[in-house]
């Protein structure tokens, strides 16, 4: 043996040495106190399919965090590790508040130790135990569904497409003193996107997800884009109205069947909390869940917008006249247009037998409200119209005892203004003794660098409003008219004029 080969063998016993003693194997089985490079594992917080999530704290800084370590026998597996690697480095491309922290990636795969994530550990619980844990109000499901379209929509800026979202996924914690703060898992299918817009990374025809939120093309196997994510949103609006998604079945083939080609059952006229389904939402829904990409909202920016003008919350039904309600509840008829495209594309695998899947396009006609019929001129003496009464004056508002205005805004921070009076009635989080009033006042509430809101609410009792901003889209800067002169700092420069 020379030199050289003895000098590299005991450079590799040293290194095996050195694995075994400070750090478990990947064949070695993780448990509740087992090290893990810096970290100390100290419980068990969830399993899936690729691995498993401690909660860790740093042996000397005392640092809690969250481990997301591959399962063996995916650290052994090249493309599972990039993978597991790209979800870090997509969530850092990212870098969103309303998404998880992914702080460090360790990959000892090549050593026989364990491949692992050090994340943000998150104290709370997801959306889904949340939604079935209580009946959640449209205002918090309008504040709930606004933050993943923020966050969502930051990943589609850089290219990102999701892919799995579901309330499995969605994190709901509190956060400097603000509740129902919304976190973003779960980035490990994510795609991202060419210049071009086409995705990298996984062949036509492979369908990854969670089937019952899927979109129809991601069911199918066909290429996806942000609009497969907006798709996702619809599923979680429906599921927080309805209580389950649109589409559920046994079987993986009867499940891609309905995405594919059925329509969303109709949605219940009242919320869980009792509140009623206002139609605005109802038509958000089915839009975000059309089968063609090309039907749906374009960008979240428009789902987010239309879940802000949302009316105000109104009064809910009791349990009595819920259950009255759901009895004298019409059915609702749907047309459906069927086209070709899904019948030439669509093809799913389901176990080892080839299911051909013929599938449809449905296009939503809403139910069109009869025309109000025009109102007759009231005759008088032989057959003349009668001169109009002249209208009656309108009654100021009658003063009430006063009451309590309680007003919230995420993020907090901002100022409540009455449109009335341009009174400024204080900063939120803001609760305020007010005359009440018989008529209903209308509020603005603006922050810094957020779209600014406007809300009606009633004062003829207590009353509570519930405010989630996003921020404001950067305005283009104003190009200067040609001929005009510019100034930078002391240079005053020409811009030439162009014919």
């Known amino acids: ?223 996806v884009d942000a609009r497969s994510d907006i798709y996702a949103v619809g599923n979680i609006l429906y599921e927080l109205i309805s209580g389950k998604p649109p589409f559920q079945a046994p079987a993986f083939g009867h499940l891609v069947v309905q995405i594919i080609t059925q329509p969303p059952p109709p949605l219940p006229s009242h919320l869980p909390s009792g509140e009623p389904v206002p139609p605005q939402l109802a038509e958000l829904v089915m839009r975000c869940l059309a089968k063609e990409p090309e039907a749906r909202p374009q960008s979240l920016a428009e789902v987010t917008t239309a879940l802000l003008l949302l009316p105000a919350s109104v009064q809910a039904l009791t349990p009595a006249e819920l259950a009255l309600e759901a009895s004298e509840r019409p059915t609702h008829k749907v047309r459906v247009a069927v086209t070709g495209r899904w019948r030439r594309q669509a093809a799913v695998t389901v176990g080892t037998a080839a299911l051909g899947v013929v599938a449809a396009v449905v296009t939503w006609s809403g139910m069109q409200p009869e025309p109000a019929p025009a109102e007759a001129p009231v005759a008088g003496v032989m057959g003349r119209p009668v001169a109009e009464a002249p209208a009656a004056p309108v009654a100021a508002p009658r003063l009430l005892p006063p009451v309590t205005l309680t007003v919230r805004s995420f993020p907090e921070g901002a100022q409540v203004l009455r449109l009335d009076t341009g009174e400024l009635l204080g900063v939120t989080p803001l609760v305020k003794q007010v005359s009440g009033e018989s008529a209903p006042l209308r509020l603005r509430v603006e922050l810094a660098g957020y779209a600014p809101l406007e809300r009606m609410v009633e004062l003829d009792k207590h009353a509570e409003l519930e405010v989630p901003l996003v921020k404001a889209l950067p305005s283009p800067r104003q190009q200067p008219a040609a001929g005009t002169q510019r100034v930078t700092g002391n240079k005053r420069r020409t811009r030439p004029v162009t014919q």
Do not use: W
């Open 1 to 223: 043996m020379g030199s050289d080969d003895a000098f590299m063998q005991t450079v590799q016993s040293r290194a095996e040495a050195t694995v075994s003693d400070t750090g478990p194997r990947a064949s070695d089985e993780l448990q509740e106190g087992s090290t893990l490079g810096n970290y100390q594992l100290e419980q068990l917080l969830g399993e899936g399919s690729m691995g498993r999530v401690f909660q860790a704290r740093h042996a000397r800084l005392g640092r809690q965090v969250a481990l997301k370590v591959l399962r063996p026998e995916h650290a052994r597996d090249g493309g599972f590790v990039r993978r597991f690697f790209q979800e870090a480095r997509t969530v850092n491309q990212i870098n969103h508040e309303h998404i998880v922290e992914i702080f460090d990636f360790v990959d000892e795969s090549a050593t026989g130790g364990h491949v692992y994530c050090v994340m943000e550990l998150l104290r709370g619980q997801s959306l889904s135990s949340l939604a079935q844990a209580e009946p959640l109000t449209l205002a918090r499901i309008q504040r709930f569904v606004v933050q993943v379209c923020a966050a969502l929509g930051a990943a589609h800026q850089v290219g990102v497409v999701h892919r799995d979202v579901k309330p499995d996924n969605l994190f709901v914690i509190h956060r400097a003193g603000q509740p129902d703060f919304v976190k973003v898992l779960d980035f490990g299918v994510a795609k991202l996107l060419t210049p071009e817009g086409s995705t990298t990374g996984t062949l036509d025809g492979t369908i990854i997800g969670t089937p019952a939120y899927m979109a129809p093309e991601q069911a199918a196997g066909l290429p």
